[in-house]
């Protein structure tokens, strides 16, 4: 790790940030209570109503008359672009926590996934046909996208297990199979997907493991894709946005689909997932910091017992627990956001695995102490923080689950104590 790593916010960012911040709390916030609302008692739950396209657009319109757009394609995501600000990973993160606050947020400022990952995807990864017909559009927020990797019959945590295949037929690949947390797959405007599929039968050869399997690009509209349902999260289906499950039979796709080759679909997972990840911690920052200052306005304004909730039974603790635990998952964040910038990804590997664990898990704690000091009502749909609750406890499961990341955690840790495989 090199001894210049700065973690703060910068000269250059100083300005962007506070105009982020500005949008975030004073445009977005404001209606996102509205949103629900609206969603809830929608006629069509799975399309957006007047009001919220045209809110949505407007905003989408003032940030980018702002110039505050696409601020996820930093310097290492950079190819023969010169698109985007150019931002560190460190400085982009900053960013991602201040969007965090709310969930309509990034995709004011074109950074919400899974549309970030992809368009990193058709940047680093893409032709110069998919550039224009997917990555143009996308970079202008005019269509959206969803990531297809789970399946329901395989331990997909272990991706070499994924069964869902991709056949080669002349000039064309065959495609069949299963996909389910397909987030984003029911927004009606979602036109593309990034599909892996297993390209090589399986075998027992141990070093073809993750040579096995490939990337697609697969127009959402195609013949023998079928939505079979959305994905409930602790009851909520997520509409408009949806995490759907999906089947796709016999759907046939060009060979210029296949994204830089056979066989190379870890190759771009883990060129999409490892900023991701820090994006996705990041905006979890952001969300323990609005329940810590729902938490303390109502530990304040609210009394009981004839005194301030504050001061009732263990709450100084609690509150002090919770501004702890933000600053070192923050700390962490920024550490492994440092560390992609240096080019060492491998060097950044662990620390990613280290915030996909500990960035949910402060959330969790932070929003769960808001929700028990405000009682009843924490619970409830007259605060967001049962929203957040589910939100982060989803997150503990996307970009995979915490025992994998615990266990890459361990393995290099273990390294340097025995020459054996652990």
Known sequence: MSDNMCLGVTERLKPILA????????????????WHHETANAADRWAHTPWQLETLEALKAKARSKNLWNFWLTKTGLTASDKGFGLTTVEYAHLAEQMGWCHLAPEVFNCSAPDTGNMEVFEKYGTEEHK????????????????????????????????????????????????????????????????????????????????????????????????????????????????????????????????????????????????????????????????????????????????PLAKLGGNYDIIADCRIGIEQARLLCLKAASLMDTGDHRAAGPYISMIKVAAPQVALKVIDEAMQMHGGVGISQDTPLANMFVQMRTLRFADGPDAVHRMQVARKELRGYTNQKV
Not at 19 to 32: A, F, Y
Not at 139 to 168: H, I, Q
Request: hydrophobic share 35%; charged share 30%; with cysteine.
């Open 132 to 307: 224009e017909r997917w990555l143009k559009p996308m970079l202008e927020g005019k269509v959206r996208s969803a990531y297809l990797m789970t399946e329901p019959d395989v331990a997909s945590s272990d991706a070499t297990n994924l069964e869902f295949s991709a056949v080669k037929d002349g000039d064309e690949w065959v495609l069949n199979g299963e996909k389910y947390w397909s987030s984003g797959a029911g927004d009606p405007r979602c036109e593309v997907y990034i599909l892996m599929a297993r390209t090589e039968a399986k075998g027992d050869d141990m070093s073809r493991r993750h040579k096995q399997h490939s990337m697609f690009v697969v127009p959402a509209d195609l013949p023998g894709i079928t939505k079979l349902r959305a994905m409930t999260i602790f009851g909520q289906d997520d509409a408009p946005h949806g995490h759907l499950h999906m089947k796709f039979d016999n759907v046939r796709i060009p060979a210029d689909a296949l994204l830089i080759g056979e066989g190379r679909g870890f190759e771009v997972s883990q060129g999409r997932l490892g900023p991701g990840r820090i994006h996705h911690c990041m905006r979890a920052i952001g969300q323990a910091e609005r329940a810590l200052e729902l938490l303390c306005k109502r530990a304040t304004s609210r009394e009981a017992f004839g005194r």
């Open 19 to 34: 105009e982020v911040r500005e949008i975030v709390q004073n445009d977005v916030l404001p209606i996102e209570e509205k």
